[in-house]
């Protein structure tokens, strides 16, 4: 059965870094694009980024982007979120979400989801 | 960026009754229209896709409909685990974006 497993959450004072691993099996990781989605403490959903299957695309939102840094290790079956200069705002649990269709450049709806790793920044 | 604007915020109805949730998108999103279903405390579960698709293992009560900018979601019949927040999210432009949630509450 297809598994997402993030982890690397914790707290982290403002301006530090941190990075978030979202381990897959059950499925071809090296065939699907992986999303990293976050939500605020009882807050709605907001997309932060993509990896496509091969890593050579990527695309971050705008309130992420020059800060934060997706990357994959197809070998280990494995995502990672690098979010430098950490932010208040950036408090959120983090989901790793695999795409529904194989290859592309992602952008496809996310047919299964992690369960989450909570980023916490305060100071 | 793509708004998409659901309707209503909470939707308060009883086990068996229909619900039906709006999401409007601020432009055309073609049908590249997806649903999600997060119960407190849980993941997000993909329920439709394209609009009208319904993901693997999703029951048929839950149906998708509409295209450009006007989609709707139909419960058909409330069940108890039914009660969580719906959202939509569209694939059609970088960001990908999502509503702000319509809960289904027990009325």
């Known amino acids: 059965q297809v598994q997402l497993v993030e982890s690397g959450g914790g707290l982290v004072q403002p301006g530090r870094s941190l990075t978030l691993s979202c381990a897959a099996s059950?499925?071809?990781?090296?065939?699907?694009?992986i999303h990293w989605v976050r939500q605020a403490p009882g807050k709605g959903l907001e997309w932060v980024a993509v990896i496509s299957y091969d890593g050579a695309f990527k695309i971050y939102a705008d309130s992420v982007r020059g800060r934060f840094t997706v990357s994959r290790d197809n070998s280990n079956t494995t995502a990672f979120l690098h979010m430098d200069s950490l932010r208040t705002e950036d408090t959120a649990f983090f989901y790793c979400a695999k795409a529904l269709q194989s290859y592309g450049s992602g952008s496809s709806p996310f047919d299964y989801w992690g369960q989450g790793t909570l980023v916490s920044v305060s100071s | 960026e793509i708004v998409l604007t659901q309707s209503p915020a909470t939707l308060s109805l009883s086990p068996g009754e229909r619900a039906t949730l709006s999401c409007r998108a601020s432009q055309s999103v073609n049908t590249y229209l997806a649903w999600y279903q997060q119960i407190p405390g849980q993941a997000p579960r993909l329920l439709i896709y394209?609009?009208?698709k319904r993901a693997t293992g999703i029951p048929a009560r839950f149906s998708g409909s509409g295209s450009g900018t006007d989609f709707t979601l139909t419960i058909s019949s409330l069940e108890p685990e039914d009660f969580a927040v719906y959202y939509c999210?569209?694939?059609?432009?970088?960001?990908?974006?999502f509503g702000g949630g319509t809960k289904v509450a027990i009325k």
């Open positions: 394209d609009a009208s």
């Open positions: 059950g499925f071809t990781f090296k065939n699907y694009a």
């Open positions: 999210q569209q694939r059609t432009n970088w960001p990908l974006t």
